[in-house]
């Protein structure tokens, strides 16, 4: 009677229809016209994510449980295309979540903590990078210019970015106008850490709330070889709360 066992799911389907319109009203014979760009997609997705847990009950004061779950966000598509060969759709995210914890009441129900562990595995995780790729003219070739289309190597996935053209290329004749682009790639974490709520009524009309909780994500792409900065350096680790309320809604925060 003690364990209890904890099982759900939840079938959703989604779908948006865009129909694209950003009509270019400058000269065509302008060399860096960038020719009308309209499309229709239909990001459409159906899916069945699941939970599945465990719940045992120590005393009458005390409750363990642990748990997993996947989850899901819908799918999306390029809202800022700047020439045909951008419009482009990607999927949505995916996790498998772990977690364990622990509730607990004692001094006569006076104190109450709550703890927690998590584990999130980021197994889709659709992320946009910022690249550049040839300008493509009306009649669907690269535009001519000084600059060479190359992998860049600090990001990777098939992402490219320009440099200036070598004076061999230029007297080769190579050379394109570059053009900014976001690319959609698939770049999976992990996040980790764990939650502390404690909760106290010492008297009657005081409550006093403290918190304690600490994450951590991580992911190849956070510091990649060659990326001047890593993304994660202002983002703190760790955070504290306390806070008291009086039943006459009076508050103070540390």
């Known amino acids: ?3 209890s066992v904890v099982l759900g799911g939840r079938y959703s389907s989604d779908k948006k229809e865009v129909h694209y319109s950003n009509l270019d009203d400058r000269d065509p014979a302008n060399p860096n016209f960038s020719q009308n760009l309209t499309f229709n997609v239909t990001p459409d997705e159906s899916r069945f994510d699941w939970k599945a847990g465990l719940t045992y009950e120590v005393n009458a004061a005390t409750i363990a449980y642990v748990s997993a779950a996947t989850g899901s966000q819908a799918p999306g598509f390029n809202g800022r295309p700047l020439q045909p060969t951008q419009n482009q759709q990607y999927a949505g995210d995916r996790t498998l979540a772990y ?8 001094f006569d129900r006076r104190v109450r903590l709550n703890a927690v562990v998590f584990y999130t595995d980021y197994k889709t995780r659709i992320f946009g990078l910022s690249g550049q790729e040839a300008q493509i003219g009306t009649n669907g070739s690269p535009l001519s210019g000084t600059q060479i289309v190359i992998p860049d190597t600090a990001n990777g996935n098939g992402v490219t970015t320009c440099r200036a053209r070598t004076p061999a290329e230029a007297t080769a004749g190579q050379g394109v106008q570059c053009i900014g682009r976001t690319f959609f790639v698939n770049l999976p974490g992990k996040a980790k850490g764990f939650e502390l709520e404690l909760e106290a009524r010492p008297v009657e009309g005081l409550l006093l ?29 760790a955070a504290a709360r306390t806070r008291s309320r009086t039943k006459n809604r009076w508050s103070s925060s540390t």
Do not use: C, H, M, W
């Open 99 to 106: 977690e364990a914890g622990i509730k607990t009441e004692f």
């Open 1 to 3: 009677d003690r364990l």
């Open 209 to 237: 709330n403290a918190s304690l909780g600490y994450s951590q994500f991580t992911s190849p792409d956070l510091n990649a070889p060659g990326r001047i900065t890593n993304r994660l350096t202002a983002v703190g680790r």
